[in-house]
């Protein structure tokens, strides 16, 4: 079968769920469509752009991904791009190409995220290996997501009370300090310890302390990334 020609812009129709996605953004028509045959051969979907401005039109995609991307572009360049999608390069790795491989470039587009620098001409036994270790980052980056969004969503079900009882236990205080921190019963501290086990799905108070540390910290996709609903623990009893 062969392969669907390349757009100039993002496909409209839609991909199978599985499929993993290859970006490519290159103002080269040629290699636009040299890539999108090698990545359509392997068993990827191709999406190509002629331009950045065209790549962050896009629609958002929710499968593994990847991104090559020439750093010499019309308009806003490869790096500048790199840069307005900071919050992606987990869950979509940046592969940079370039006819110009000197090495101030290699150097910032490595620092600003990338995980490859290719030059071209590319070679295969460079480029296809870099393009499946990125979707494989990119799948795992997803996983971690999926995960940390249902651990938000999970802490989110808890009443206020709850959450405050949550923060307190997996600090190591005993019913009875908790009790006597909020001022509750340690009969009602028990009652809602186990509706908070309950809910965050935790089998163990170990379970619980794990699951507050990625609450605190934020470690969805990017861990420096702050959600405004996160969990906190109290500033009486924080920790260094």
Known sequence: MNPPSAPD????????AARPIVFIVDDDVSVRESLSLQMWNEGWQPETFASAQEYLARSPVTVPSCLVLDIVLPGITGLELQRLIADEWAVTPIIIITGYGDVPKTVQAMKAGAIEFLTKPLNDKLLLPAVRHALARSQSALRHKAEFDKLQCCYAALTRREQQVMQLVVLGMPN?????????????????????????????????????GRLQSGSGVRAARRSPDRFALPQQHSVA
Not at 9 to 14: A, I, L
């Open 9 to 16: 812009r993002g496909n409209d129709t839609q991909l199978p």
């Open 176 to 212: 009875k300090q908790v009790a006597e921190e909020l001022h509750i019963s340690e009969i009602t501290v028990k009652a809602h310890r186990g509706r908070v086990m309950q809910k965050m799905q935790a089998d163990s108070l170990a379970d619980l302390v794990k699951m507050a």
